[in-house]
C-alpha cells in the first residue's frame, strides 16, 4: 500500500458544481496533513492546512478522519480558476520531519 | 516579505555534466527541502537541510548532494548527470508547513 494515495482523476466538472477528493494515507503515526494545489509546470502552492476539527476557507472545507486514516478537501461553487492538480500532503512529527506527497488528483472545471 | 527564489530558472545540460541549483528560503525559515518532480509523477523527497547540516536524504543515488549555507540557502548538486534526472527540481522553505519556490528545470540531452 502507497503511503498516501489520492485518486488521480481527472474530475471533470461544470462551472458551480461541488467536488470532493479523498486521500488515504498509511501512517497511523502522521500528525500534519495538508493540501496544495499545483497548476501545469508549476511549483506546488499551500491550499490550506487540515485541522482535527475541520477547517473551511470561503469554499474550500478541509477534514480529517483519523480513525479511518483519510483527509478530503470539498470545493464547492466550483470556478474555471479552480483547474489544477490538487496534492495532498501527509507529515509524521518528531526528529525526521518528511512529509509524504500523494500524486494528485486532476480537477477539470469547464463551462 | 519575499517568498523562496531558485535559480537558474532553466538549466539544459548533456549527460555526464554536473549541476548546480541554488535556493534561497523564506527570511527567517531555517529549513530547506529539495524534491524532484519528473514530468508526469508526484514529488520525489530528495534532502532535507536544517540549521547547515543534512538531516534526511531520500532514496537517490549519491551523486545528488548538496549543502546549506550560513544564511540557510541551499544548493543542489547533481553529478554524472543522466537522461533520466531531466525534471523539475523544487526547494521549499518551511516553519510547518513547506513554501515551494518556482523550481528549476533541467534538461539533460
Known amino acids: 500500500r502507497k503511503e498516501v494515495e489520492q485518486d488521480p482523476g481527472p474530475f471533470n466538472v461544470p462551472e458551480g458544481a461541488t467536488v470532493a477528493f479523498n486521500c488515504t494515507y498509511s501512517n497511523s503515526a502522521s500528525q500534519s496533513f495538508f493540501w496544495y494545489r499545483q497548476d501545469c509546470r508549476k511549483e506546488p502552492k499551500l491550499l490550506m492546512s487540515v485541522y482535527s476539527s475541520g477547517n473551511e476557507d470561503g469554499r474550500f472545507t478541509a477534514q480529517l478522519n483519523r480513525a479511518s486514516q483519510y483527509i478530503s478537501l470539498l470545493i464547492r461553487d466550483s470556478k474555471l480558476s479552480d483547474s489544477a492538480t490538487y496534492l495532498c500532503?501527509?507529515?509524521?512529527?518528531?526528529?525526521?520531519?518528511?512529509?509524504?506527497f500523494g500524486r494528485g488528483t486532476s480537477l477539470i472545471v469547464h463551462p | 516579505e519575499a517568498g523562496v527564489t531558485q535559480s537558474p530558472t532553466h538549466l539544459i545540460k548533456t549527460r555526464g555534466q554536473q549541476a548546480t541549483l541554488r535556493c534561497s528560503p523564506i527570511s527567517g525559515h531555517t529549513s530547506v527541502y529539495w524534491y524532484q518532480q519528473a514530468l508526469g509523477l508526484g514529488l520525489q523527497f530528495l534532502l532535507w537541510?536544517?540549521?547547515?547540516?543534512?538531516?534526511n536524504r531520500g532514496n537517490f543515488p549519491p551523486r545528488f548532494s548538496g549543502r546549506q549555507f550560513p544564511n540557510y540557502s541551499s544548493e543542489l548538486n547533481v553529478n554524472a548527470l543522466e537522461l533520466e534526472d531531466s525534471a523539475l527540481y523544487l526547494c521549499?522553505?518551511?516553519?510547518?508547513?513547506?513554501?515551494f519556490g518556482p523550481g528549476t528545470r533541467l534538461t539533460v540531452t
Open positions: 537541510y536544517d540549521e547547515g547540516e543534512e538531516r
Open positions: 521549499a522553505s518551511t516553519a510547518y508547513e513547506q513554501y
Open positions: 500532503v501527509v507529515g509524521t512529527s518528531g526528529g525526521s520531519y518528511i512529509p509524504t
